[in-house]
């Protein structure tokens, strides 16, 4: 088992689109492995049944393949109806580099980048991605815009998110939700629900599901992603239980800054429901025969 230690972390890497610095987080948690399981008004989501989507988990604080690097920070593949979205880069780039070619992932799939925040342990890989010379859509909360510069913006498409807005027909952007940091997460439409992706959840776990939801009415098929739990005691984290069933989250895959002991306790929670996370780990929902 790889377990990083998060103070040999140096959270003051320079970052392509942000000059802000990885905010210290909680303890990591381990994980066994793999398992299948602009605009300004709110989007009209598109009618996609039987869809599925394949979600691989690129960086994380933990992972159970030796192969992979381990390092505090968050990235995953989101592979959906053709297209191929990377949500977060993670702290270092050589390190999102070396998974994606263990992980046999080409880089030249990815079509659009969606940073969460812009903290460096979810930002800090994007300069050596784009270093291999692809040029995809990248998709910023509008907190963000001060920190590209023009240079920047006449060599990439940036799109700076204020409001919800539909990335690629069935997966939205939340739109920037306020908070400590401001922060955007993924929804994603499938045959069984929505996915809701999260970097962080700085404005709140609990709050972006429900803006989430408010974008697709639809059943919740999976909440994965940072839920920055860490140091919440036992009683705090019942009520986001108790607040993930009343919304009908079916399935949770809490990773990266949730803490140890919150991730084990909403684990016991969930049950068989509970998907571990960890770079490697790949979670399929969906109908996969359409």
């Known amino acids: 088992m790889k377990i990083l230690n998060p103070m040999m972390v140096n959270l003051t890497m320079i970052l392509m689109l942000s000059s802000a610095c ?83 992932v080409n880089p030249e799939v990815i079509e659009v980048v969606v940073l969460s925040h812009e903290h460096g342990d979810h930002t800090g890989g994007l300069k050596d991605l784009l270093m291999t010379g692809i040029r995809p859509d990248i998709y910023i909360p509008a907190a963000m815009a ?48 929505i996915v809701v992706i999260t970097g962080c959840a700085h404005p709140g776990i609990v709050r972006m599901v429900q803006e989430a939801s408010e974008i697709v009415d639809s059943e919740i098929a999976l909440v994965i992603g940072g839920f920055h739990l860490g140091g919440y005691n036992s009683s705090y984290i019942d009520t986001i239980i108790a607040d993930f069933r009343r919304m009908g989250v079916k399935q949770v895959t809490p990773t990266h800054c949730t803490g140890e002991e919150q991730i084990a306790q909403i684990g016991e929670a969930y049950g068989e429901d509970y998907i571990p996370g960890g770079a490697g780990r790949v979670i399929v929902i969906g109908d996969t025969a359409h």
Do not use: C
Request: no cysteine; proline share 11%; hydrophobic share 30%.
């Open 146 to 193: 001060s920190s590209v510069t023009q240079d920047q913006r006449e060599k990439y498409t940036i799109i700076e998110v204020s409001d919800p807005v539909e990335i690629i027909p069935g997966i939205f952007s939340t739109g920037e939700i306020s908070g400590s940091v401001p922060e955007q997460g993924l929804v994603v439409e499938t045959s069984e629900g």
């Open 22 to 104: 990885a905010a210290t987080e909680p303890s990591p948690t381990t994980s066994p492995p793999p398992t299948k399981a602009t605009p300004s008004q709110t989007p009209q989501p598109t009618e996609i049944p039987g869809t599925s989507v394949r979600l691989t988990i690129l960086y994380d604080n933990t992972t159970e393949d030796p192969r992979l690097t381990v390092e505090w920070g968050f990235s995953a593949l989101v592979e959906y109806m053709g297209h191929t979205v990377l949500f977060d880069t993670g702290l270092d780039g050589p390190s999102l580099l070396g998974n994606m070619e263990v992980l046999g």
